[in-house]
C-alpha cells in the first residue's frame, strides 16, 4: 500500500499539513519507507491528480474541501483516513493507522470535515488559530 500525507516540512517526521490542497510537501510512505517531495500541483483538484498517477492507495489528512473529495470519489480509488485536527506527526499518524484508530472516511464524515475546513475559510487564513 502506497500512503500519501500533506506535510508542512521536507524534514524527517514533519507534522501533518492542515490544508490537504495548499501543502507544499507530502510524504509518501510505502514498503516501511518515507519520502518527502515537493508538491507540484496547485490546488486540491490537482493535488489528488498528481496522487493518483503517483499510485496513491490512502491518504492521511487533516482538512479539505468539496472538490478535491468528489475528485476522489469519482476518479479514484484511494482511501482517506482523517488523522484528527490537532497536530500530528506522520510517524505518530502512521502508527494510529497501523493500530486501526483510523477508519477510511465515508460521505458522513466527510460533510463534518468539509463543514469544518470551510468555517475556518470563513475566518481568513491570517489569524492563526490553526498555528500549533
Known amino acids: 500500500m502506497k500512503i500519501a500525507i500533506p506535510v508542512k516540512t ?4 514533519p507534522a501533518v499539513a492542515p490544508l490537504f490542497g495548499k501543502a507544499k510537501w507530502f510524504a509518501f510512505v510505502e514498503n516501511g519507507k518515507t519520502t518527502i517531495e515537493k508538491n507540484p500541483a496547485s490546488g486540491g483538484q490537482a493535488v489528488v491528480g498528481w496522487l493518483d498517477e503517483q499510485g496513491v492507495d490512502a491518504i492521511l489528512m487533516q482538512q479539505m474541501g468539496a472538490s478535491p473529495y468528489q475528485a476522489i470519489r469519482k476518479h479514484t480509488a484511494i482511501k482517506l483516513y482523517h488523522v484528527g485536527d ?7 499518524a502512521l502508527q494510529k493507522l497501523n493500530d486501526g484508530t483510523f477508519s ?4 458522513t464524515k466527510m460533510q463534518e ?8 475559510h470563513s475566518h481568513g487564513e491570517g489569524h492563526g488559530h490553526h498555528q500549533h
Open 113 to 120: 470535515i468539509i463543514a469544518h475546513h470551510e468555517r475556518s
Open 104 to 107: 477510511p472516511v465515508d460521505d
Open 86 to 92: 490537532e497536530r500530528i506527526t506522520v510517524e505518530d
Open 10 to 13: 521536507n524534514q524527517e517526521n
